[in-house]
């Protein structure tokens, strides 16, 4: 609860990694508080009224994935939109002149991010969450101290590269720093 709020409000990309964890980390355990409470909350050195909030954060995440049946596989919705959201201001960015450096960036990842949808079997919605899968694989990889080829870490450096200014952007657009004509 307390790194999802902060990346929420700092870094939209890694807040939406962070959660797609999260989904994994709670199917992982199947839902169970109790191993939630003795793995993920007891670690926190906070007070018990801060306890108390994260353990009803963990319930609520756990009851969303349940009634939007995601327990399996897939994304809570609001992350879902969100990664939508990306796609949407992504469109809007292309289309802007003044956006060359965000231009030249896709363009940059545009193949990696071809490769990815490819392979997904038509799973992937749109280039930005493709980006999102991509970055997710090769975190899993590194967790499982897999090898990770060096075309692989070249194409993520292109999605990480993107996304750090689409998430800035994001945030502009958010606080109505950002404004298109």
Known sequence: MIIAKRLKKENIAEYILYMWQLEDVLRSVSFDMDIIEEKIISSYDVSDS??????????TFVDGMIAEKVTEQGHLLHISSLIQDLSDLNIKLLQQPNELKYNELFNEAIPNISEIANRSGGQVKNEIEACFVGLYGMMLMKMKKQQISESTQIAMKSFSNLLAILSNKYHKFEDGDLVFE
């Open 50 to 59: 801060q306890k108390n909030d994260i353990r009803e954060w963990y319930k």
